[in-house]
């Protein structure tokens, strides 16, 4: 059975730092996409950034890019959302996403989501 477990969320104020994390079991992180989403309020989710097997480079939303990095840790089979320099902007739920369920060709199969955790950005 796959499950994808986020934490880390919470309230910082705008400026301010989180650190997410994505723990996967029943699942190989380090051999299949893994993903961040993210849903506002009234939003669609949104994609936020992706990791891929095989050290191709990370992807990321233009609005996070130069602010949120994504990386995993192979050994504790979790996938990180480092974020910094946050805005009242990335206030979401986020979700973890795993195989099929990132957006890119290059990830197939089954698609595996998290339950979402939340980050509350006040100014």
């Known amino acids: 059975q796959v499950q994808l477990v986020e934490s880390g969320g919470g309230s910082v104020q705008a400026g301010g730092s989180l650190r997410l994390s994505c723990a996967a079991s029943?699942?190989?992180?380090?051999?299949?996409?893994m993903g961040w989403f993210r849903q506002a309020p009234g939003e669609a989710r949104e994609a936020v950034a992706a990791?891929?097997?095989?050290?191709?480079?990370?992807v990321y939303v233009d609005s996070v890019k130069g602010r949120f990095t994504i990386s995993q840790d192979n050994a504790k089979n979790t996938v990180y959302l480092q974020m910094n320099s946050l805005k009242s902007d990335d206030t979401a739920m986020y979700y973890c996403?795993?195989?099929?369920?990132?957006?890119?060709?290059?990830?197939?199969?089954?698609?595996?989501w998290g339950q979402g955790t939340q980050v509350t950005v006040t100014s």
């Open positions: 029943g699942y190989s992180a380090r051999s299949n996409c």
């Open positions: 996403a795993a195989g099929g369920a990132v957006p890119s060709s290059r990830c197939r199969g089954a698609g595996y």
């Open positions: 990791i891929y097997p095989g050290g191709i480079s990370p």
